[in-house]
């Protein structure tokens, strides 16, 4: 080939990859554009709970103690980095709006590794839209979106090191793997990736030194949350992180019939938000036949199907893990149309879902969003509830949240002497409810009662019942919520 010719093919190609970069950078800040209205519609219990946590421990309580989360440190750095600048709840969700960013890029540069620079730009345009997933809560600043970004990071560099060869974008990889389980022990599809790529990738001889360079680097995140956890208090740790699930595994609430009716109660918001995007997918799984990107995405599903399946409550969000992978081979299916406009055509059908409920919103009042967007008629109320509480007590009184909404502590700035914020770990560890019942029955009982769920719900004995009735007397109703407050504390 002349040198003239060379020179012109280099050029267009230069040219050819600066342009997919960009149109896979237009996608991630459109990403952002759709997750940036979600900033202003309250928080979750979840974030409102974890920013509580965070809180805590940026106060100087102890982590896994009266600072207590069953989910490791990583999550919490992320929450208090987030909170340092002021303590709003909006500075959460900014942190799924860089999420959402963060993803699309690693999801537009896993699909053009694999494929082409045309499955590469129609990943990074379906996972910017069908991320933001609202039936499950793809907006919201969860434990799985956050274990998303460094697995999807994980994924990335180990392609780069399959096509480059350079131990540094293996050890990245392994340490983004890493990284994504001290965000949630169920964020393990980067390490399953990770190994599948070095048997695909290497040959027999070499797979020896490939496997202890990514495990190593694997390694070293989960060391120093142990580390961190054997400081604080191992055993306080272990049980936190995954001793009480393994402890209830044969429990009433947590065997196999109650996980049974958890997954099929999930599948219908996830189906309308997944199946679609799951279709193409498998499309675009057939499409990879007899090409090691297969094995490649099917590690990542079997990966990510693990770790939802860990977590055994089989709430919507824990399925946000399918969506990259998803995504990737949807955008793979998509990139194998010929013609622009079809290409164009099939992504939005992909993504329809989510453009309907997204387009539902524009013309809809204020009252109609907030009963829509999940999450946002709940956090008013709650924020209603916690401006009663700020009135009615004072910042060193102690507050009680029958149960679950913990979001309500951090809004209201008030602290609770009963570390378990949720309903699953009440029902799972053995202590809990005796520990609950003598709190509110103790001299130094809590100032305030929220009751967010009946008693009985909790306790079914009546024990809580009558504790409640013997100490406590109604101070007011807040959009249909009782508040109790201590016989003895006036």
Same mark, same amino acid.
């Given at each position: ?26 996608? *991630? ?6 997750? =940036? ?7 979750? =219990? ?14 100087? @309580? ?17 929450? $208090? !980095? ?37 499955? +590469? ?37 180990? /392609? ?17 793997? +890493?990284?994504?389980?001290? =965000? ?9 990736? +990770? ?9 027999? $001889? ?5 496997? *202890?360079?990514? *495990?190593? *680097? ?24 995954? @001793? ?35 279709? =193409? ?19 990542? /599903? ?49 993504? /329809? ?27 008013? $109320? ?15 009184? $102690? ?31 053995? +202590? ?18 929220? /009751? ?27 959009? @249909?919520?009782?508040? !109790? ?6």
């Amino acid at each position: 080939m002349p040198a003239s010719n060379a020179a012109s093919v280099g050029a267009d190609r230069r040219t050819a990859v600066r342009r997919t970069a960009a149109t896979i950078t237009a996608c *991630a800040l459109l990403a952002a554009g759709l997750r =940036m209205p979600f900033l202003w519609t309250g928080i979750s =219990m979840d974030e409102g709970g974890y920013a509580y946590v965070a809180q805590l421990w940026s106060r100087g @309580g102890q982590l896994y103690d009266d600072a207590w989360l069953d989910r490791p440190q990583s999550l919490l750095l992320v929450y $208090r !980095l987030l909170l340092w600048p002021n303590d709003d709840g909006w500075s959460i969700r900014l942190g799924a709006v860089l999420a959402g960013f963060a993803i699309t890029v690693f999801v537009g540069l896993i699909g053009w590794l694999l494929a082409g620079r045309r499955a +590469g730009v129609a990943s990074a345009a379906i996972y910017a839209v069908a991320g933001v997933a609202p039936r499950i809560e793809g907006f919201t600043l969860n434990g799985e979106l956050l274990a998303s970004v460094p697995a999807t990071a994980a994924v990335a560099a180990a /392609l780069l090191w399959r096509r480059s060869g350079s131990a540094g974008w293996l050890a990245a990889a392994g340490l983004a793997a +890493g990284a994504a389980m001290t =965000m949630k022990p169920s964020g393990l599809d980067g390490i399953t990736v +990770g190994f599948a790529m070095i048997v695909v990738a290497g040959t027999r $001889r070499r797979r020896a030194p490939h496997f *202890a360079v990514f *495990a190593t *680097a694997v390694s070293v995140p989960l060391a120093a949350s142990a580390l961190h956890g054997g400081h604080v208090g191992w055993h306080q740790y272990w049980t936190a992180i995954a @001793g009480y699930q393994f402890a209830a595994l044969d429990g009433p609430t947590t065997g196999l019939g109650a996980r049974w009716s958890d997954f099929t109660r999930s599948l219908g918001p996830v189906g309308r938000d997944l199946t679609v995007v799951g279709g =193409m997918a498998g499309i675009g799984f057939w499409r990879l036949r007899r090409r090691p990107g297969r094995r490649i995405l099917l590690a990542w /599903l079997v990966g990510a199907a693990v770790g939802i399946n860990l977590g055994g409550s089989y709430w919507p969000h824990y399925y946000l893990q399918f969506l990259p992978p998803l995504a990737v081979l949807a955008g793979v299916a998509v990139a194998a149309i010929h013609r622009p406009g079809l290409r164009g055509g099939a992504v939005a059908i992909v993504v /329809l879902p989510q453009l309907i409920w997204l387009a539902a919103l524009l013309p809809a009042t204020p009252t109609e969003r907030q009963r829509t967007i999940p999450y946002y008629e709940l956090a008013l $109320r709650d924020q209603r509830i916690a401006a009663v509480i700020r009135a009615e007590t004072t910042p060193s009184d $102690r507050i009680f949240v029958l149960v679950s909404e913990a979001n309500i502590y951090f809004l209201a700035q008030r602290t609770t002497d009963f570390p378990y914020l949720w309903g699953k770990p009440i029902e799972k560890i053995p +202590g809990a409810l005796p520990r609950m019942r003598a709190m509110l029955g103790g001299a130094n009982r809590p100032t305030l009662v929220v /009751l967010n769920d009946e008693p009985g719900a909790v306790d079914r004995t009546g024990e809580l019942d009558r504790i409640l009735a013997e100490h406590y007397r109604t101070e007011q109703v807040v959009d @249909g919520v009782t508040l !109790l407050r201590a016989i003895s504390a006036r």
